[in-house]
Nanobody
Framework: QVHVVESGGGLVQAGGSLRLSCAAS????????MGWFRQAPGKERDFVAA????????HYADSVKGRFTISRDSAKNAVYLQMNSLKPEDTAVYYC????????????????????WGQGTQVTVSS
C-alpha cells in the first residue's frame, strides 16, 4: 500500500508554468505506475498523464500533449507534472494516483484503473 501527497499547486497567469509534485508519505513509488488526473468544479475527473513504473512509457491526454510532461525520480520517491503554457481551462484540482496493474495505454486513462489517490492540489490559471 502507498500513500501519496500532492504539492505545487497555486495561482498562475495564462501562459505561465507550474510543477506539481507527488511524494509518498508511506511506501515506495518505484513499483507503481503513476497517473495525474484533474477535476474542475461540476465536472468529472479527467485523465491528464501517466507514467509506467520504470519510467519507460508515458501517456498524455490530447488536451495537454506538448505542454505537460510527466516524470519520476526514484531516488526522491516522487513523480512530477511539469505544466507549461497554462490555459484558464487547465484550472482544476489535480490528483496523483498509483497502481500496480499492467500499464496499458487503452486503460490507463480511466480513474478506476488506479487504487491509491492523494487529496489533490488546486491549480488556478487566470486569463
Amino acid at each position: 500500500q502507498v500513500h501519496v501527497v500532492e504539492s505545487g499547486g497555486g495561482l498562475v497567469q495564462a501562459g505561465g508554468s507550474l510543477r506539481l509534485s507527488c511524494a509518498a508519505s508511506e511506501g515506495t513509488l518505484s513499483s507503481y505506475n503513476m497517473g495525474w488526473f484533474r477535476q474542475a468544479p461540476g465536472k468529472e475527473r479527467d485523465f491528464v498523464a501517466a507514467i509506467s513504473w520504470g519510467g519507460a512509457t508515458t501517456h498524455y491526454a490530447d488536451s495537454v500533449k506538448g505542454r505537460f510532461t510527466i516524470s519520476r525520480d526514484s531516488a526522491k520517491n516522487a513523480v512530477y507534472l511539469q505544466m507549461n503554457s497554462l490555459k484558464p481551462e487547465d484550472t482544476a484540482v489535480y490528483y496523483c494516483a498509483a497502481n500496480r496493474r499492467p500499464f496499458q495505454v487503452r486503460a490507463i486513462s480511466q480513474p478506476n484503473e488506479f487504487d491509491f489517490w492523494g487529496q489533490g492540489t488546486q491549480v488556478t490559471v487566470s486569463s
